[in-house]
Nanobody, 119 residues
Framework: QVQLVESGGGLVQAGGSQRLSCATS????????MGWYRRAPGKQRELVAT???????HYADSVKGRVTITRDNDKNTVYLQMNSLKPEDTAVYYC?????????????WGQGTQVTVSS
């Protein structure tokens, strides 16, 4: 069973930076796309950024230029470096991973980590 554990959330002032990490556990044969999503209070969950095993990245327009997603394929870990944070970035951030374990595909989510940006 593949599991994801996020870390790095917390309280930060507007204009500050935050780095989130997402570690995986379980026997993973292939890790395809890893990504970060977020859910702000009263809103639906939305894409923040994704990264493929070949390190191709995709960003939401709202975070382009302020956020960088990276991954360590050896560790099956994904990171999200967020700079110039704004109060509207306040949300619970979720890690997502898609791949194959023991011949079976998986699409799993972490439990989320709260990021709060104060003005």
């Amino acid at each position: 069973q593949v599991q994801l554990v996020e870390s790095g959330g917390g309280l930060v002032q507007a204009g500050g930076s935050q780095r989130l990490s997402c570690a995986t556990s379980g026997r993973i044969s292939i890790m395809n796309v890893m990504g970060w999503y977020r859910r702000a209070p009263g809103k639906q969950r939305e894409l923040v950024a994704t990264i493929t095993s070949g390190h191709n990245t995709h960003y939401a327009d709202s975070v382009k230029g302020r956020v960088t997603i990276t991954r360590d394929n050896d560790k099956n870990t994904v990171y999200l470096q967020m700079n110039s944070l704004k109060p509207e970035d306040t949300a619970v951030y979720y890690c997502n991973a898609v791949g194959i374990t023991l011949g079976v595909g998986f699409n799993v989510w972490g439990q989320g980590t709260q990021v709060t940006v104060s003005s």
